[in-house]
């Protein structure tokens, strides 16, 4: 069952928003926050929430912890080294508020719904003053108010199925692109994964809702929407839209603008997507299609749901449908009980494939996952030579794809500065690969034609055409 924040929630913690507005408009300096969001796009809407939330409550911006009235970490648990990276910054914190005695600090996020990590946070950092939950993100301005006018630590971590809040202020990260989450939480309970721990139940956003937010952005002049979910494939799963309709629908809103979505699980992706995706001009060429591992032996201990062989006949579907289509994926490195015939399998598959990039990771045990339970014999140092390896089999096949695109024109929506030349652009193509080309700024923000002429393993050098 979803449960929806009633407005009169929403409405109470706008008067609490008030309330901390008018005791910052007494200080003698407008008071500037801090908010760093780290791991996925999902953390990073939920940022721009927060900083929606804080602005309405009077605060600016900054860049830095220091000299910051309030600042507030929006943590990622994914694996132990996001962890490893909050607790150093967290460390680091304790000098700020030596100098600044009525500062403010914040922990929010994935890490603080795992109990060890908010014990370890109210033992080993005292000066934390709030500590919240997923689930109780859009309570921010009440435990503003109440650090603010109690000075208690406040600590909200309620472990719950999750819900969704509607109508809380937003400060978009730029004017471009957004983020839109069409849903929240996984069902899928992948064995090496905290994520369904952490975020709750798998609930989606009203479809009307979404559109009509997709329809503003487009109005306001974004060129680049992102749908967000961890398995957008299940979106509305059991009513009449599902993912594929929610992209007919976004696609059908008049304008030239690009879809992109993340992520995507194979065990939920069907011919109906692929075809869509195929029929729908704005949505991304794009298809990121994570297989984690290719061995259906491991994919079986990883609680996929697929094998090897499904994944595959869904891959060459989409390539059969969408010519054009760009290929990504993510993969983990040394599972517990992976063998290195095992990782042979997840090589072959990525040669099959041809993958334009790979997200790749060395597995990682998390705290009360099925998979850090299970026998893990092969040694850290054995698993960094099977990911090396893996780099550079992706590094040839990344390589070559690219250079497929020379001599083609792209679509590309022109970003801002590039990195290969001095003075040149850069933007993504409908593939969402980079491309870089030589331009007048005043190009940026809108859609152009790029000739390949050159490929680098990481991005396409072009040349524009001439509008005629
Ligand atoms: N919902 C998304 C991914 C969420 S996490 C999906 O299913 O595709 C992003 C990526 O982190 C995963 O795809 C996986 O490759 C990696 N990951 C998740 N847990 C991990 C762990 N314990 N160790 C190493 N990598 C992990
Ligand atoms: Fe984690 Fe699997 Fe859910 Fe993705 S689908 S968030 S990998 S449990
Ligand atoms: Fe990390 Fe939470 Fe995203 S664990 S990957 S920030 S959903």
Known sequence: MTTKVTAAEIAAQKEFARRVRELNCAREEPPVAHVHSFGCQQNVSDGEKIKGMLADMGYGF??????????????????????????????????????????????????????HITERIKKSFPYVDMVFGTHVLHTLPQLVYEAMTTHKRQIS????????AEGLPLRRESGL????????????FCTYCIVPYVRGRERSRDPEEIVSEARCLVEQGYKELLLLGQNVNSYGRGTDVNFPELLRRINAIPGEFKICYMSSHPKDATRELIDTIAECEKVTRHFPLPVQSGSSRILKLMNRSYTREHYLELI?????????????????????????????????????VKYDSLFTFIYSPRKGTKAAEMPDPISQEEKGKWFRELLEVQQEIGCSSYHNYIGRTLRVLCEGPGRTRDGCLTGKSIQNIIVDFDGDKSLIGSFVDVKITDALNWALIGELVKEN
């Open 316 to 352: 060459n579907y989409a390539k059969e449908r969408i010519p054009d289509v760009a290929l990504t994926s993510d993969i983990i490195v040394g599972f517990p009980g992976e063998t290195y015939e095992d990782f042979q399998e997840t090589l072959s598959l990525i040669r099959e």
């Open 62 to 115: 900054s860049n830095t912890a220091d000299g910051a009235d309030l600042v507030l970490f929006n943590t990622c648990a994914v694996r132990e080294n996001a962890e490893d990276r909050v607790f150093g910054n967290l460390g680091a914190l304790k000098h700020n508020k030596k100098q600044k005695p009525d500062m403010l600090i914040g922990v929010c996020g994935c890490m603080v719904q795992q109990e």
């Open 157 to 164: 971590i309620p472990q719950m199925d999750g819900v969704i």
């Open 177 to 188: 692109k957004a983020s839109i989450p069409i849903m929240y939480g996984c069902n899928n």
